[in-house]
T-cell receptor, first 112, second 111 residues
C-alpha cells in the first residue's frame, strides 16, 4: 500500500518563475492538505482540498493556488516566486473528518 | 491567531533516561492534540494523539493533556539514540482537519 507520494523531490527555480508540485494521497484517503515548512520551523498550513474544492485556507497570498482531481490527487501552484518561498512543501492526506494526517516526503523548493 | 509554543531545544538526555517535551497552545477551543516526530530531512510522522484530559500511554510514549492550563506534553521513557529527532506538537479545533504546529523541540539522546 503506497503512502503519500510527492513529486518532484527537489526543485530549483528563480525569482518570478512559477512552480507546480504534485501529490498522490494514501490509498483510501480523500482529503489533501498542503503545508510549507521553512528551515528550523514547524509546518504552516497552506490549504486543504476535499471533493475537488478548497475547504480551508491558511494565511498565504493568492500566489499560492491548488487543485484536486477526481482521483483525489492534488497540485500546488505558486506564481511569481519569491526568495522567501524557499522551503520544504509537504502534502498530507487523510480520510475526511479524521484528523490523523499522513505526510509525504515533501518537495524541497529552492528559489534563487 | 492560534499559536502553539515549544522550546526549540536542543534537549539533551542520556540513553535510558526519560525525555520530557512540552507544548502550550493559545486557542481554548482546541480539541485535538498530536505529537509528530520528524527526523532530519524527513517528513513528520504521527506518534501520538490525545483528545481528553489526562494521560495516554503507547509503549514508551505517554502524552499528557491539561486543557485548563492549555498544556500538552510528551514523555519518552527509556530514551534511545534512535529517538533523536525533532518533535512537533500540533493542535486542531475540530473545524476540519487543519493543524497548527509548534516550531518543534529538537531532542538529542546521547549513548
Amino acid at each position: 500500500d503506497a503512502g503519500v507520494t510527492q513529486s518532484p523531490t527537489h526543485l530549483i527555480k528563480t525569482r518570478g518563475q512559477q512552480v507546480t508540485l504534485r501529490c498522490s494521497p494514501k490509498s483510501g484517503h480523500d482529503t489533501v492538505s498542503w503545508y510549507q515548512q521553512a528551515l528550523g520551523q514547524g509546518p504552516q498550513f497552506i490549504f486543504q482540498y476535499y471533493e475537488e474544492e478548497e475547504r480551508q485556507r491558511g494565511n498565504f497570498p493568492d500566489r499560492f493556488s491548488g487543485h484536486q482531481f477526481p482521483n483525489y490527487s492534488s497540485e500546488l501552484n505558486v506564481n511569481a516566486l519569491l526568495l522567501g518561498d524557499s522551503a520544504l512543501y509537504l502534502c498530507a492526506s487523510c480520510i475526511s473528518n479524521n484528523e490523523k494526517l499522513f505526510f509525504g516526503s515533501g518537495t524541497q523548493l529552492s528559489v534563487l | 491567531q492560534k499559536e502553539v509554543e515549544q522550546n526549540s531545544g536542543p534537549l539533551s538526555v542520556p540513553e535510558g533516561a526519560i525525555a520530557s517535551l512540552n507544548c502550550t497552545y493559545s486557542d481554548r477551543v482546541s480539541q485535538s492534540f498530536f505529537w509528530y516526530r520528524q527526523y532530519s530531512g524527513k517528513s513528520p510522522e504521527l506518534i501520538m494523539s490525545i483528545y481528553s484530559n489526562g494521560d495516554k500511554e503507547d509503549g514508551r510514549f505517554t502524552a499528557q493533556l491539561n486543557k485548563a492550563s492549555q498544556y500538552v506534553s510528551l514523555l519518552i521513557r527509556d530514551s534511545q539514540p534512535s529517538d533523536s529527532a525533532t518533535y512537533l506538537c500540533a493542535v486542531s479545533d475540530n473545524a476540519g482537519n487543519m493543524l497548527t504546529f509548534g516550531g518543534g523541540t529538537r531532542l538529542m539522546v546521547k549513548p
